[in-house]
């Protein structure tokens, strides 16, 4: 059970009632505690609603059914308004190691509390780079999202034919009105292909027309 440490910063959610997406981060800073410190400043106005420390502690900061300040700007299919519509889950770590065996299994079991909850399928967990493209870079290419697709709690691409990369890569949900090609690649590659380097190829092509074939949110593309 998280521990319950509240942040005075949040409001009531608009324009849905219920969340639909879920948002992975991680702090950037020296500690789980100064992050959670960070998050319940009223002079900063941000916070989420659950914070994992690296040894795999939990803490509930804003309730789900309230909109906590973790998105910021940015989009995810016609999702505008990523806060108000999301869940945001930051797990601390200084973005520069990969993230330890206690905080992966304590997330694990806090999605699988979440998705069932409210309904969220697997590919409505995101990461905060995937709708902030251009702007974020987290949870970053250490996070391990093929062990979640693994168990079911977010998606991995399959090798298939060759597409459209940024018509596919606009039905699967990135926001391809704004950003350019370059950004949403990045953004893709920190996820699906943290490994990867140099311009656009048919690897990436393959996979985003795999993701976008089976995990269409917009799909009147």
Same mark, same amino acid.
């Given at each position: ?8 910063? $949040?409001? @009531? #959610? ?29 002079? $900063? ?10 040894? +795999? ?8 059914? %309230? #909109?906590a300040w973790h998105a *910021? &700007?940015?989009?995810?299919? !016609?999702?505008? %308004? ?26 694990? %079991?806090?999605?699988? +509390? ?9 590919? #409505?967990?995101? &990461?905060?780079? !995937?709708? &902030?493209? *251009?702007?974020?870079?987290?949870? *970053? *290419?250490?996070? !391990?999202?093929?062990?979640? &697709? ?9 090798? +298939?034919?060759? =597409? @459209? $990369?940024?018509? @596919? ?13 370059? @950004? ?7 996820? $699906?292909?943290?490994?990867?380097? =140099? ?5 990436? #092509? ?16």
């Open positions: 059970m998280p521990h319950w440490h509240p942040s005075p910063n $949040f409001t @009531d #959610r608009r324009g849905c009632s219920a969340p639909d997406l879920i948002l992975l981060h991680y702090t950037a800073m020296t500690s789980a505690e100064a992050a959670l410190d960070r998050l319940c400043d009223p002079q $900063f106005e941000v916070s989420a609603h659950y914070l994992i420390a690296e040894d +795999g502690r939990l803490w509930q900061m804003v309730r789900e059914e %309230d #909109r *910021g &700007a940015g989009r995810w299919g !016609d999702c505008v %308004d990523v806060n108000s519509r999301s869940i945001g889950i930051e797990l601390a770590n200084a973005a520069t190691h990969p993230f330890p065996e206690p905080q992966m299994r304590a997330l694990e %079991d806090l999605l699988r +509390g979440i998705m069932d909850r409210w309904g969220i399928p697997p590919e #409505r967990v995101v &990461a905060h780079s !995937d709708t &902030a493209i *251009g702007r974020k870079i987290d949870p *970053g *290419g250490r996070f !391990d999202w093929h062990r979640l &697709a693994r168990q079911g709690l977010a998606v991995w691409p399959q090798h +298939g034919e060759a =597409g @459209d $990369f940024l018509l @596919d890569a606009r039905r699967f949900g990135y926001d391809c009105e704004t950003a350019s090609e370059q @950004d949403v690649l990045t953004a893709f590659r920190l996820r $699906f292909r943290p490994w990867a380097g =140099g311009p656009l190829d048919d690897e990436d #092509r393959r996979l985003m027309h795999d993701l976008a074939r089976r995990y269409p949110v917009q799909s009147s593309l």
